[in-house]
């Protein structure tokens, strides 16, 4: 085994203080949020909590637990994110398999006004107002659908299938397969680590989605980030936020917790595909 000469040595030292550092800076709010969470009224009002609970306490969770239309709201998030995430991939996986193919007529022309989506838009007003003439307005599927679009996943995954190499396609067509058997047969199961990327992606967007389920949605089919958004500003604001049994930071504390837990669970498990995914889809043209 071949030793470490010294500016070796300092410099892996320093690399493991760094990342220690940062780890531990991206790692405290989130303590920080839990410890809140289950702190006495209190504490959290006085400002006592700093990185344990302090006078623990379940009340701030349970207040949550019975609030309806918190759960009313998570169940819309996790609508807009299953289906919204399945309605995105197909769009997705479609466009970017035509615009992989080298055959495709104009298929030059059709991937510069691709790109060009990214360059330039008609801006959020104009965009608002189109929808609201489509009828987008409180409109669940018609609100997957109209932003269901993304010119930068697309061209990710166009690039990762246009990596496949193109005599497995010729062998397969020369076998019979059609369009559709090679796109589910080959390109699906040799693109998984780039499809999981975006996948998570996607999820992602939804989950934390605010400005457009804002403007689009109201009522009953409000997502969780702007239902929690109104009522940390109208409830726990209000002179009634006394009356509550917990303090109104950390009712705010566990909503966030709860809010994160499926992101928790699910991000470790796709998180081994991301480089691969992202470095494959992005490096060629």
């Known amino acids: 085994m071949q030793r470490m000469t010294r500016s070796e040595k300092i410099f892996k030292i320093l690399a493991y203080v760094l990342l220690t550092i940062f780890a531990l800076a991206c790692i405290y709010p989130l ?5 809140v969470t289950f702190s006495g009224k209190t504490e959290v009002n006085f400002s006592q909590v700093y990185l344990w609970p302090v006078n623990l306490q379940v009340d701030a969770f349970m207040e949550v637990i019975n609030l309806k239309d918190y759960w009313i709201a998570y169940s819309n998030t996790v609508f807009f994110t299953f289906y919204g995430t399945i309605v995105c991939m197909f769009i997705a996986i479609t466009g970017a398999y035509v615009l992989s193919k080298k055959r495709l007529m104009w298929g030059r022309g059709f991937n510069f006004l691709l790109v060009f989506t990214m360059w330039f838009n008609a801006g959020i007003i104009p965009t608002y107002q189109n ?3 489509f009828g987008i307005n409180n409109n669940r599927f018609g609100y997957l659908i109209a932003l269901g679009f993304s010119a930068y996943n ?7 299938f246009s990596s496949v190499p193109y005599e497995i396609e010729e062998a397969a067509t020369i076998d ?3 369009e559709f058997q090679l796109l589910t ?9 780039s499809i999981a990327t975006v996948t998570m ?10 400005a457009w389920p804002r403007l689009l949605l109201s009522g009953e089919y409000q997502p969780l980030q702007v ?8 409830q726990l604001q209000a002179d009634g936020a006394a009356s509550l049994p917990a303090a109104p930071f950390s009712i705010q504390s566990a909503m966030i917790i709860c809010s994160i837990i499926p992101i ?7 998180q081994k595909y991301f480089a691969a995914g992202v470095n494959v889809g992005g490096v060629k043209e």
Request: hydrophobic share 50%.
């Open 31 to 35: 303590i920080f949020t839990l410890s």
């Open 131 to 133: 929808f609201l003439r």
């Open 154 to 160: 697309i061209i990710l995954l166009r690039n990762y």
């Open 176 to 178: 019979g397969a059609n």
């Open 185 to 193: 047969k080959i390109y699906l199961p040799m693109s998984k680590a």
């Open 201 to 210: 992606f996607y999820a992602l967007n939804h989950w934390n989605s605010y």
């Open 227 to 234: 239902m929690m958004r109104d009522y940390i500003q109208n």
């Open 264 to 270: 928790v669970v699910v991000y470790p498990q796709l």
